[in-house]
C-alpha cells in the first residue's frame, strides 16, 4: 500500500471502516469536502444483500443534492401502497402511501440494493477503496488513532469512524477497551439479540404472463402473513421485470450470537440452501409458492440475516466514532436502517468540514456534537421500527390483533399525522449546494453548525460539549504507552 497520491492539507485524515451505505456515502461528502479519507473494505468485492431498498425524503434531497436523483428515479418503483394479506389471499389490512409525495415533497421508491451500491460507488476514486482489508482491533492515543488488519497491516489517521455494521470490528474494540476502564456503560455491555431470521434475494427477470404485477408502473408491495409456519413473506416488484423478496421467521425466544443455539446452527451458504429446502413450500403474495420465486433468483443473491435490534449508548469515544448498524441496529420493518446509516454520514460529514484542526480537544467535542444531534433520531427510529414489526412481522395472538387494529380502526388523519411525523427529519449537506425544502410538510430546520454550538456552549457553565475532553485526554495519554503498533508489515497513513 501506498499513500504517494494523498493530499496533504490542514484537514482531519479519516479512516472508514466498511463500505456499506453508510461507509459509501460518508466517502462520498468527504472526497466533496476533500478531506482526506480512506475506505477499509473486509470483502474481496463488494457484495450488498440482493434486496430490495426503500428509500423516502428522509435521504432523496441528499441524493438530489448530490445530482443522482434522476439516475435513483430510473432504478426505482414508486410505492403508494402496502398490502397485508393472509395465507387465503384475503386482505388484512393496508398502509396507503398515496398523500406522501404531495406532503413530503418526495415519493417512496424501491430499488434493488446492488444497482444502488453501483451509482454510489462509481462516485468514489478506486484507490480509495482498499478491498479484503479485514480490520481486527484499534489503538489510540492523543495524537493519532491505528486499526490493524488481518493481514497484520496498520493504518493511521486522525479520527476512526466504524462503519462496519452491526457485529462492528470497531464497536467491539473500543468497548473491549472502555470496559476494561470501566468506562463502558452496563447497557453497551449487553449482546445484541435478534427475534427473527430473515432470507433475502432478488430474482432475474420473471415471465410477465406469470407475474403480470411486474408490467404495472407503481411497485406492487404485499406482504403474505404465513399460517402454520411464523413467517411473513415481503414481496416487491422492481424495474426489469424483477422481484425481491424477503422472508422473515420469528423465533419462539430472542436469542444471541454468543448463544448455544447460535453456536450450533450453520450460516454459511449450506444453512441458506437448507433453509431454502426448508421453506420452498411457503406461499407466496404473487401467486404459487416461494419456491417458485427461488428457483427464479440465482444463488449467489440469496442471503440469510439475523434481523438484530440494538440503539447502543456509546457511539464515540476519543478519536473513534460509530456510524449506521455499528450504532443503532434497527428492524427492516421501517425501512429506514441505511436510511439512518447514510443520515449518520451526513451529519458527520457537515461536521468534520468544519474542522481545521487534529487537536483531540476539537475532534472529540465535534464527535461528541455529532451524537448529540443524531442520537434521538436513530432512537425514534429503533422503537418505530419496533412497533411497525409487530404489524408487518408479528405472529404472537397480540401481534395478529396489533395488526389487526394499526392497519384497520387507526383513523386516517392518524396515519397521515405518522407519516407526516417520519417525513420531517430531512439533513442535507452543507458541504454541497443545498436543494429547496420540498412538500406541504414543514421539515426540522437544519442543526446548528459546531461553530455556532460550541460558542453558545462556552458561554454556558455546564457545557457538555467541553467537560469531557480533559478528562477523555488523560485516559488516551495512560493508554498510549501500552498501545505500541509493533510487529506490522506495513502502514498506510491517510
Ligand atoms: C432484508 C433487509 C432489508 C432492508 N431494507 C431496508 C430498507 O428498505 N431501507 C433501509 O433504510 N434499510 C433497510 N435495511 C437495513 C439496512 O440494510 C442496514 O441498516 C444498512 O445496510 C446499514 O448500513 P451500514 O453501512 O451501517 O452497515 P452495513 O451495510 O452492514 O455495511 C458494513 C460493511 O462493513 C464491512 N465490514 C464488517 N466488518 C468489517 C471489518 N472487520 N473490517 C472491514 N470491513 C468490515 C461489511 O463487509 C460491510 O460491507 C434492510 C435490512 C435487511 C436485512
Given amino acids: 500500500m501506498d499513500s504517494d497520491n494523498i493530499e496533504i492539507s490542514n484537514k482531519v485524515r479519516v479512516l472508514i471502516v466498511g463500505a456499506g451505505l453508510g461507509g459509501l456515502v460518508l466517502a462520498i461528502l468527504l472526497e466533496k469536502a476533500n478531506i ?24 432523496l434531497p441528499l441524493f438530489e443534492q448530490l445530482g443522482l436523483y434522476d439516475q435513483i428515479r430510473a432504478i426505482a418503483k414508486n410505492v403508494r401502497e402496502t398490502r397485508v394479506v393472509n395465507h387465503k389471499m384475503e386482505t388484512i389490512g393496508s398502509i396507503d402511501a398515496s398523500e406522501v409525495e404531495e406532503r413530503s ?61 452491526a457485529y462492528s470490528a470497531v464497536r467491539q474494540s473500543l468497548f473491549r477497551q472502555m470496559k476494561l476502564s470501566g468506562d463502558l456503560p452496563e447497557s453497551d455491555q449487553e449482546d445484541m439479540t435478534y427475534s427473527h431470521i430473515c432470507l433475502v434475494g432478488t430474482t432475474l427477470p420473471v415471465n410477465p404472463v406469470k407475474y403480470p404485477m411486474v408490467l404495472e408502473a407503481d411497485c406492487k408491495h404485499i406482504i403474505l402473513m404465513g399460517d402454520k409456519a411464523p413467517y411473513s413473506l415481503w414481496c416487491f416488484t422492481v424495474p426489469g421485470n424483477r422481484i425481491c423478496w424477503n422472508l ?88 429506514q436502517g441505511a436510511i ?17 484542526t487534529t ?52 383513523p386516517k388523519f392518524v396515519i ?21 425544502v420540498r412538500g406541504i410538510v414543514k421539515a426540522i430546520p437544519q442543526s446548528p453548525s459546531w461553530q455556532t454550538a460550541s460558542s453558545m456552549a462556552s458561554t454556558s457553565s455546564s457545557s457538555s460539549l467541553r467537560s469531557v475532553t480533559a478528562l477523555t485526554r488523560k485516559r488516551l495519554r495512560s493508554a498510549t504507552s501500552s498501545s505500541s503498533a509493533t510487529g506490522s508489515k506495513s502502514t498506510v497513513s491517510v
Fill in 36 to 59: 482526506p479519507y480512506l475506505v477499509f473494505e473486509r470483502a474481496v468485492k463488494i457484495r450488498p444483500l440482493g434486496s430490495a431498498m426503500q428509500l423516502n425524503c428522509n435521504i
Fill in 105 to 165: 415533497g418526495y415519493p417512496v421508491l424501491i430499488v434493488q440494493r446492488p444497482e444502488l451500491y453501483d451509482i454510489l460507488v462509481a462516485m468514489i476514486p478506486r484507490n480509495k477503496i482498499y478491498m479484503s482489508r479485514r480490520v481486527l482491533s484499534l489503538e489510540q492515543d492523543a495524537s493519532i488513532v491505528k486499526i490493524r488488519f488481518s493481514d497484520n497491516t496498520v493504518a493511521q489517521g486522525d479520527i476512526l469512524v466504524g462503519a462496519d455494521g
Fill in 248 to 335: 422473515t421467521i420469528q423465533l419462539k425466544k430472542e436469542t444471541s450470537k454468543s448463544d448455544e443455539a447460535f453456536r450450533n446452527s450453520e450460516w454459511g451458504p449450506e444453512a441458506t440452501e437448507s433453509m431454502c429446502a426448508e421453506v420452498a413450500h411457503f406461499k407466496s403474495p404473487y401467486g404459487g409458492t416461494l419456491g417458485e420465486l427461488l428457483d427464479l433468483t440465482p444463488k449467489e443473491l440469496i442471503t440469510k440475516v439475523m434481523l438484530e435490534d440494538k440503539l447502543f449508548q456509546t457511539w464515540t469515544n476519543g478519536r473513534v466514532v460509530l456510524l449506521g448498524d455499528a450504532c443503532h441496529k434497527m428492524l427492516l420493518s421501517g425501512g
Fill in 340 to 356: 439512518n446509516a447514510m443520515q449518520d454520514a451526513i451529519v458527520l460529514s457537515n461536521l468534520l468540514n468544519e474542522l481545521e
Fill in 359 to 410: 487537536q483531540l480537544d476539537d475532534i472529540q467535542s465535534v464527535l461528541q456534537y455529532y451524537q448529540k444531534l443524531r442520537y434521538k433520531h436513530a432512537e425514534y427510529n429503533v422503537k418505530a421500527s419496533k412497533q411497525l414489526g409487530k404489524a408487518l412481522m408479528g405472529q404472537t395472538l397480540f401481534e395478529e390483533f396489533f395488526r389487526k387494529v394499526t392497519l384497520n380502526y387507526i
Fill in 416 to 436: 397521515r399525522k405518522m407519516l407526516d411525523r417520519n417525513g420531517v427529519y430531512r439533513p442535507q449537506s452543507t458541504i454541497v449546494p443545498q436543494v429547496p
